[in-house]
């Protein structure tokens, strides 16, 4: 604001724009200035009012605060009922709605010679949230309330007020004095993910599902509380109103979205009910991608002439219908906690369930994850359970009805012997190393200590060597492998490599052809990647991502083997106790002897080479003295530290007159270093890692390398998702890697690029959240091309 300019004339200006970047960005989905601008302006508001209160109005965007905290809701009375909609659960149903209004209306049925009249039908997904009520007069929000028992619900009025995609005052013209607005208040499946991501980082209460949040939030007697939740508002139709309207319930949406309200992107219009069964079928194949949770879809007639027509039997419409998914989550019993054996030894809990249709399959074992969880959980044998299925997802155990359980409910106990092999079970260890000194805690994680004398370890670390990402052995599935490990003829993975045709044509289900067919693919396979050969030898939490990291950064099998942790943590996204998997599963002598076999049988790595031109020479002193952890010497301490000496070894030797002359480096960090480096042993692992930087190149000392023109994309990460059309996703990975791209799961502000194709869901909406970038399919393919890759 210039000094020049009225405070008024700008308050008003400023609202403008901050209401039209707001339509742009929730109702429009095509925002058109960064955050950081919009803070901006709305700071700029916010002191222009705090300076001159006389100039706040209740439509202003900085009054979205929803007021003081209540003692109670007050209640409101619906003057139009906000009705229940009857349900259909199969498409017999549907087709008997679609008659029951064609009926009603007294419509032409059709018979051989002549077609029937069809009816228009609005289509809406049905979101999985809390249906409220928005009253606004002379554009005005004035109220918001519950819906209650239909009649009757609670007045949240300064609750919706906190919702930022609920306009305050309405857009444009044209809207009738009196609009009562009805929708779904929702949490998207990004938002219900970062809201229980901040209640674990605060050790507090998650909750179990979007729609129990979006509720819990509503009904908060503390505004700030639920402007504090990701909320939206998705609007469906109106209540009372006092003016006019279109005459159909696809235009009254249409003039909704208008007039600055959000409706369903997935708004459609359906003739028959044929196209309104085509239309479920679409949404519930593409529902697991959508950026929010649905449990069927909304059918209205149309016309609301033909509405008025049809009316209302009991408390439902008979104009429209929900047409439900099958149920997600459902009630069981628990019958009994069974222990897996994985190929890392992990012990994990596996519930046994009576058998329940969940999302229209028989469900009869859940994921329990680890006994943390069943700690968590309160989970008894004998319990009633609350399971959920979306998607492909493995069912999982969301919570226990403890009003149900019975007066025997067992404790679950984890077994003390390994299942299968009789070998102790024992509890993982945490390391945790800072300043110097270690500190140990209980993991969540129970092993059996048995290793490949276990059956169960070693059939799953064979099977995850020879899987599709591994080392892609064609025709080497889950029974092929138990029958050679249950025979003797495989006690490691290097042992395939020695299989003869006498021995796999003497196995059950093999004749002349299969035989040579397994063995030429053993033989075929000898040549992997370095990064598919780490990946392959199961190193406990080296996924395929961590693989792909070690051997593009490292480079060699060589120096990855020999790599120690504290040199390990300086390549990106490696932690402390990762590094430490690492480095003991290349120290255990049993892992050495296998890698030896397989190298010595045959195995060729491919893609082995140098170190990454990004490490080479990266490490400075003063970065290795920070991470060393040294009591009292910090970042800054090491910095002044290096500044007064230019070698590890004279920093080791450093006197206290030397530390001395140090500029600003205190007693206590004098003291500290003189102490941690009198530790001997210390003294010679502290060398140690040094000279493996040096032996690696990452050495502050060591030669820069030249940076590979080859690696456009060399530090970003990117996000796929949707489907995409000209090849699939795991191609479009491999050649977004080729260009040095690192290609995550998950969406954070980190990210550098999302490429969405048709059917992307909560990652997309992610990344609009967040302002990540956005590319689609052609997108894509331009950028392959101008890097010279070929498709």
Aim: with cysteine; aromatic share 6%.
């Amino acid at each position: 604001m210039t000094q020049t300019q009225d405070p008024a004339a700008r308050a008003i200006e400023l609202r403008e724009q901050i209401d039209l970047h707001n339509h742009r960005y929730y109702v429009l989905d095509e925002p058109s200035i960064p955050d950081a601008e919009y803070d901006r302006l709305f700071n700029e508001l916010r002191a222009i009012e705090e300076a001159s209160p006389d100039l706040i109005t209740p439509d202003s965007p900085t009054q979205r605060v929803g007021g003081a905290p209540l003692s109670a809701f007050g209640t409101v009375t619906h003057e139009v009922p906000m009705l229940s909609l009857g349900n259909a659960f199969d498409e017999q149903s549907m087709r008997d709605f679609d008659r029951r209004v064609r009926e009603g209306l007294d419509l032409p049925a059709g018979d051989l010679f002549e077609a029937g009249q069809d009816v228009e039908y609005c289509c809406e997904p049905k979101l999985d949230g809390l249906a409220v009520s928005l009253l606004y007069e002379n554009g005005q929000l004035v109220r918001g309330a519950t819906r209650g028992d239909g009649s009757t619900g609670e007045d949240i009025s300064g609750n919706v007020r906190t919702i930022r995609n609920v306009p305050l005052k309405l857009r444009g013209q044209g809207w009738p004095t009196l609009l009562e607005v009805r929708g779904e208040v929702f949490i998207s499946k990004a938002g219900f993910e970062a809201l229980n991501d901040r209640a674990r980082e605060a050790g507090t209460k998650t909750f179990a599902n979007p729609r129990n949040a979006a509720a819990g939030s509503l009904r908060q007697l503390d505004p700030s509380i639920t402007r504090s939740r990701p909320l939206e508002f998705c609007c469906y139709g109106i209540g009372q109103v006092d003016g006019d309207l279109p005459d159909t319930q696809v235009g009254i949406l249409h003039s909704l979205r208008d007039w600055g309200l959000s409706i369903s992107r997935e708004l459609k219009l359906a003739v028959g009910v044929d196209q309104c069964l085509d239309y479920y079928r679409d949404i519930g194949e593409r529902r697991a991608a959508l950026g929010y949770e649905i449990d069927g879809v909304v059918f209205k007639v149309n016309q609301l002439a033909y509405q008025r027509e049809l009316g209302f039997r009991a408390r439902e419409p008979r104009w429209a219908i929900a047409h439900k998914f099958p149920a997600m989550e459902e009630i069981t019993e628990l019958l009994d906690v069974e222990f897996q054996v994985g190929r890392t030894g992990a012990v994990t809990p596996v519930a046994r369930l009576r058998p329940v249709q969940v999302a229209g399959v028989t469900v009869s074992n859940a994921s329990l994850h680890n006994m943390d969880e069943v700690k968590r959980l309160g989970l008894m044998i004998g319990d009633s359970v609350i399971i959920r299925r979306a998607g492909d997802v493995i069912p999982q155990v969301m919570q226990v009805v403890a009003e149900r359980r019975p007066a025997d409910a067992k404790p679950v106990d984890i077994p003390q012997q390994c299942p299968v092999c009789g070998a102790d079970v024992e509890r993982t260890q945490l390391v945790k190393r800072t300043r110097g000194r270690e500190t140990v805690s209980e993991g969540a994680v129970y092993r059996c200590v048995g290793r490949l004398t276990c059956q169960a370890q070693l059939k799953q670390a064979i099977i995850h060597f020879v899987s599709r990402r591994a080392l892609d052995i064609d025709g080497l599935g889950e029974k092929i492998v138990e029958q050679l490990v249950n025979t003797g003829l495989v006690s490691s993975p290097a042992d395939l490599y020695l299989l003869t045709y006498e021995q796999v044509i003497a196995l059950e289900g093999f004749a002349e052809i299969s035989s040579k067919n397994l063995l030429g693919a053993i033989q075929d396979c000898k040549e992997p990647t370095l990064a598919r050969f780490i990946y392959a030898l199961g190193i406990p939490d080296v996924g395929e991502e961590t693989a792909k990291l070690l051997a593009r950064s490292l480079g060699s099998l060589a120096r990855i083997s020999q790599a120690l942790p504290e040199v390990l943590v300086y390549l990106p996204d490696v932690g402390a106790e990762v590094a430490h998997e690492i480095h003991a599963f290349f120290a255990e002598e049993h892992n050495q002897t296998v890698i030896g076999q397989l190298l010595e049988r045959g195995i060729q790595l491919q893609e082995e080479g140098d170190l990454s031109p990004d490490l080479a020479a990266s490490i400075t002193l003063a970065e290795f003295i920070t991470r060393l952890e040294i009591p009292g010497v910090a970042k800054t301490g090491a910095e002044r530290l290096t500044a007064s000496f230019n070698t590890l070894q004279a920093i080791m030797d450093a006197d206290w007159l030397e530390l001395k002359t140090v500029a600003r480096f205190t007693e206590k960090a004098q003291s500290g270093l003189r102490e941690y480096f009198a530790d001997s042993a210390r003294r010679e692992h502290v060398l140690r890692i040094e000279q493996q930087l040096k032996d690696f190149g990452m050495h502050w000392d060591s030669p820069r390398a030249a940076q590979s023109e080859g690696m456009p994309l060399s530090g970003q990460t990117w996000v796929l998702t949707g489907t995409l059309e000209t090849f699939s996703r795991d191609v479009a990975k491999e050649h977004l890697e080729s260009l040095g791209a690192k290609v995550a799961g998950s969406v954070s502000a980190k990210t550098h690029c999302v490429v969405a194709g048709p059917g992307a869901g909560s990652k997309l909406a992610k990344a609009e959240q967040l302002s990540v970038p956005v590319l689609d399919e052609q997108g894509l393919l331009k950028l392959l091309v101008k890097h010279g890759v070929t498709l």
